[in-house]
């Protein structure tokens, strides 16, 4: 099947501690991209890629840290500095075009600071 | 910058239209968007509409486009309690496919 993979769905994070998330694709997207939700606030950009080695940040990037090493992966690191990381995390995909940016989801991880 | 905005909450009973309103501030958008969230899920694309059109009707759906006023409706007709849900609205920054979303508005149908 087509689509994007998130792993772990679930993650418990003690406070001082880094934590990655997952996010695969099998899309053959160029751009991909991570939002974190929280409620009533919509999704905020955290970073994204729209090629291999390559990446940007977005609105909220302080405290979290990414790798593009692979077109297929787009790992995000929670970091200790993120002060409040307990949220919802997206990741999503593009075909990388200007025009029609159409994005496709992974199915998120919930991280739960304990 | 840009700035999308939805209300929070509407409620309406099943049978009933729903009316899903959105203003936004970067009249360069090519495309807007909705998307569709269930609990604890991602979100899926509804439907779309080109920034030169006014109206997209699919299924149940219709867009409806005011370019003037910055200002995108997503009607549902017939609602279900299936379509409970969170709806983004949301519009690319034509910078590199980036989507700009609103806080999304939570679909409440009550049978």
């Known amino acids: 099947d087509g689509g994007i993979t998130q792993s772990p769905k679930y993650l418990f994070r003690k406070e001082g501690q880094n934590v990655t998330l997952s996010c695969e694709q099998n899309l053959n997207h160029d751009a991909m991209y991570w939002y974190r939700q929280d409620p009533g606030q919509g999704l905020r950009l955290i970073y994204y890629s729209q090629i291999v080695n390559d990446f940007q940040k977005g609105d909220i990037a302080e405290g979290y840290s990414v790798s593009r090493e692979k077109k297929e992966s787009f790992p995000l690191t929670v970091t200790s500095a993120q002060k409040n990381p307990t949220a919802f995390y997206l990741c999503?995909?593009?075909?990388?075009?200007?025009?029609?940016?159409?994005?496709?989801f992974g199915q998120g991880t919930r991280l739960t600071v304990v | 910058g840009e700035d999308v905005e939805q209300s929070l909450f509407l409620s309406v009973r099943e049978g009933d239209s729903s009316v899903i309103n959105c203003t936004y501030t970067d009249s360069s958008s090519t495309y807007l968007y909705w998307y569709k969230q269930e609990p604890g899920a991602g979100l899926q694309l509804l439907t779309y509409?080109?920034?030169?059109?006014d109206m997209k009707q699919d299924q149940r759906l219709t867009v409806l486009l005011n370019k003037k006023d910055k200002h995108l409706s997503l009607r549902i007709a017939d609602t279900q309690t299936g379509d409970s849900a969170i709806y983004f609205c949301?519009?690319?920054?034509?910078?590199?496919?980036?989507?700009?979303f609103g806080q999304g508005t939570e679909l409440s149908v009550k049978p």
């Open positions: 509409i080109f920034s030169n059109m």
């Open positions: 999503a995909t593009n075909n990388g075009g200007t025009l029609n940016t159409e994005a496709f």
């Open positions: 949301a519009e690319s920054d034509n910078q590199g496919g980036k989507l700009i």
